[in-house]
């Protein structure tokens, strides 16, 4: 099972850090402030990669709105916006609560500066499992409280509302997988078992007040490197679910927290392409 653990890492890139002595190639992603006006194509893989011609989602629309807009990272490919743009649709037409939008990716995709490892090619978005029932004053402060108590246990906050959000953002075919906490796994697995999308939640670290929601590689997008298909008759609920409930966990949970904050974030080797693309003007 260790080697699941390395394995899911690598393909995840979906840790959050906190480090010091960063690449300066992170402040140069960060800097760019517009997406080039190239075909739209994601470059590389989920964890190593570029946008050409990216789109920006619309800061507000129906059924949902973006939040953290000072970080500029509502940019994706249009397979994400198109997807993103349905979900809100779905949310709406059912009556629900807005969702809020967190990260998607910079303008032209890249490593961030801060937090994830991911995002970078305009195929992942982080989703907040808080509802919003109107559009908030200050976007930047948009509460984002807990509904997991140390990955195993759901919260009394859980309920409905969370539920139907992370149902309705499976269903789409462009998603390839979504990350939540082991404890949101393990309650879809004791309540829907049978539910044709449950083989693509996947368990994580770090997501107790949110979803990642990561799609397939478009068809249009050759450079593209797509994460390994599910299989979907395999819901994931038995040994690789209870690993995340065993002591090897939990020794891993401690190893990343007792973990020295002063190790530097290391910048990944990006394709060639995507260095034309970050200097484009």
């Known amino acids: 099972m260790k080697r699941i653990f390395i394995l899911v890492l690598f393909i995840c890139g979906c840790v959050s850090q906190t480090k010091k002595e960063l690449s ?40 949902f709105y973006v939040v953290n807009r000072q970080r500029l ?12 743009l349905d979900l809100g649709q779905k949310i709406k037409q059912k009556k629900y609560p807005m969702m809020a939008v967190e990260d998607i990716s910079y303008p ?17 978005v982080d989703i907040s499992l808080t509802p919003l029932k109107s559009a908030p004053q200050d976007d930047a402060n948009v509460p984002a409280p807990s509904y997991v108590r140390e990955r195993k246990e759901l919260l009394t906050n859980w309920g409905k509302e969370q539920a139907q959000l992370v149902e309705l953002a499976a269903q789409s075919d462009l998603v390839n ?13 004791s309540t ?43 819901n994931n609920c038995g040994a690789q679910l209870d690993w995340w409930y065993s002591a090897e966990a939990d020794a891993e949970a401690k190893k990343m927290a007792d973990e020295p904050a002063t190790v530097p974030k290391s910048f990944p080797v990006l394709p060639a392409k995507c260095e034309n693309i970050k200097v484009q003007k």
């Open 24 to 63: 300066p190639e992170f402040e140069k992603w960060a800097a760019i402030k517009s997406p080039t006006l190239g075909e739209p194509a994601s470059i590389g893989t989920y964890q190593a990669g570029c946008i050409d011609g990216a789109q920006s989602l619309p800061l507000e629309g129906p059924g």
């Open 73 to 84: 990272r509502y940019f994706g490919h249009p397979s994400m916006m198109a997807y993103l």
């Open 108 to 124: 032209r995709g890249g490593p961030f500066l801060t937090g994830h490892n991911s995002h970078q090619i305009g195929l992942d």
């Open 177 to 189: 997988r979504i990350f939540v906490a082991p404890a949101i796994k393990k309650f879809f697995c």
């Open 192 to 234: 829907q078992p049978t539910a044709p999308w449950l083989y693509k939640i996947r368990p994580w670290w770090g997501h107790d007040d949110h979803i990642h929601v990561r799609l397939n590689c478009p068809a249009s997008s050759p450079e593209c490197v797509n994460q390994p298909a599910l299989d979907p008759a395999e």
